[in-house]
């Protein structure tokens, strides 16, 4: 028979399984601190975010009824003439980002150029659409030198 001690320890470490099942991961870095965050970006090494433990951004705690990670993302700004990315977890409605998606107006020297949402686990790292894009323009050269 099963004690309440165990019974309680089980159903802790069940509900604990379960909430973990559903948060999400995020790469967590901004280029001006970490060179391996850049375009060419280098998930080795760079902090992979538990974003059930990330706090909703300050300046959107009050515009957002969402108090939990929604997806990842990656925004580029230009900060001085100079691009810097940031990539973190992204509090919001995933469908219209208008809001989640926004600058923090503490900064006005920050100039947004864009903002990628997406909703499966690190998957604001390095987007996999340019190899991709590359080696079907490498087999479309090949097929019009052979034809």
Do not use: W
């Not at 300050?58 to 993302?73: D, S, V």
């Not at 989640?100 to 020297?109: H, K, M, V």
Request: charged share 15%; glycine share 6%; proline share 4%.
């Amino acid at each position: 028979m099963v004690s309440l001690q165990q019974s309680v320890l089980i159903l802790a470490a069940l509900a604990a399984f379960v909430s973990s099942a559903y948060a999400i991961n995020c790469y967590q870095c901004e280029s001006g601190l970490d060179e391996k965050c850049g375009e060419q970006f280098n998930a080795e090494g760079v902090h992979k975010a538990d974003c059930s433990r990330v706090p909703v951004p300050r300046f959107l705690q009050n515009l957002l009824p969402i108090k939990n990670a929604t997806g990842c993302m990656k925004t580029v700004n230009e900060v001085s003439g100079a691009k810097h990315i940031i990539r973190t977890c992204y509090f919001g409605d995933v469908k219209s980002t208008s809001s989640g998606c926004q600058s923090d107006p503490s900064l006005p020297y920050v100039k947004q150029i864009s903002c990628d949402v997406c909703t499966d686990n690190l998957c604001n790292g390095s987007s996999v659409t340019g190899p991709i894009a590359l080696t079907i323009a490498m087999f479309a050269l090949v097929a019009r030198m052979l034809y």
